[in-house]
Nanobody, 115 residues
Framework: QVQLVESGGGLVQPGGSLRLSCAAS????????MDWYRQAPGNQRQLVAT???????NYADYVKGRFAISRDNAKNTVYLEMNNLKTEDPAVYYC?????????WGQGTQVTVSA
């Protein structure tokens, strides 16, 4: 069974940092593009960052220069390094894996930013 498990969320002050992890199992991880999405209460789920199977990355404009997505294929894990967190960033963060018509989602991890 394909499983994506996010971790690393928590409470951080504005300007602080968090490192999210998403551990994948049940799939050939290196073949999939990996994405991070987030969804705040009352908002639509939005794309934060994506990393292709070959390692190229793209970011939403509002996180450029602050967040970094990376992957470790040997560990079947994708990361999201979040720096200089702002009060606009709190949300449930989800990772996803997609390859062709195959798409999977994790359950999410909560990120809270407060003074």
């Amino acid at each position: 069974q394909v499983q994506l498990v996010e971790s690393g969320g928590g409470l951080v002050q504005p300007g602080g940092s968090l490192r999210l992890s998403c551990a994948a199992s049940g799939l050939v991880f290196s073949m999939y593009a990996m994405d991070w999405y987030r969804q705040a209460p009352g908002n639509q789920r939005q794309l934060v960052a994506t990393i292709a199977s070959v390692g190229s990355t793209n970011y939403a404009d509002y996180v450029k220069g602050r967040f970094a997505i990376s992957r470790d294929n040997a560990k079947n894990t994708v990361y999201l390094e979040m720096n200089n967190l702002k009060t606009e960033d709190p949300a449930v963060y989800y990772c996803s894996a997609d390859w062709g018509e195959e798409n999977y989602w994790g359950q999410g991890t909560q990120v809270t930013v407060s003074a």
